[in-house]
């Protein structure tokens, strides 16, 4: 039964993995804006260092706030990601760094912290990850080449908005 109260939170999070470009898509961007092949790989770096540094960090941020708080900040800077991304490719690839990172130690810890069953759960979450990652990047392949990026932007948007007003919901309901 305990387990079970983690599964909302889970699904918002699925809900918010199904809207957010994956790094490739951010990529391709990139290349369609014009940068070198030499400079994208820079791109990657910011992305993995940006992890790499806020990882110790964002636990320490999660212990202090609260898993909840900590994913709700997360969320923002994945939404954050998805603005930038036509004005400012370098801080469109840290904020997704900051998204990857505090998110994943934030559900991490909740399910640590809460689940009886870890294996279990766990199970769940990286089920879950992979199922609407690659369901998500089929939605955003399939809008782009038939709608055009601006089409992506709005979709991205307004689906992880959905998903932050839902776990803020859930977040002010306990």
Known sequence: KEDMKLL???????GFIFFIMSDQFFIL????????????????????????????YGGVLSDIIGVKYSLILSFIFGIGSIFMINTNMWISFGLLGLFTVLSLNAIRAKISKSAISKGFIYGIFYGGVAIFGALGALAVGFIWKT?????????SEIGMSIMLLFLTDLTLQT
């Open 8 to 14: 909302p939170i889970l699904f918002i999070y699925f």
């Open 29 to 56: 961007r990139a290349r369609e804006n014009g940068y070198s092949l030499e400079i994208i790989p820079l791109f990657i770096i910011v992305l993995t260092a940006v992890q790499v540094l806020a990882s110790y």
């Open 147 to 155: 709608y055009g990026f601006d089409a992506v932007l709005i979709y």
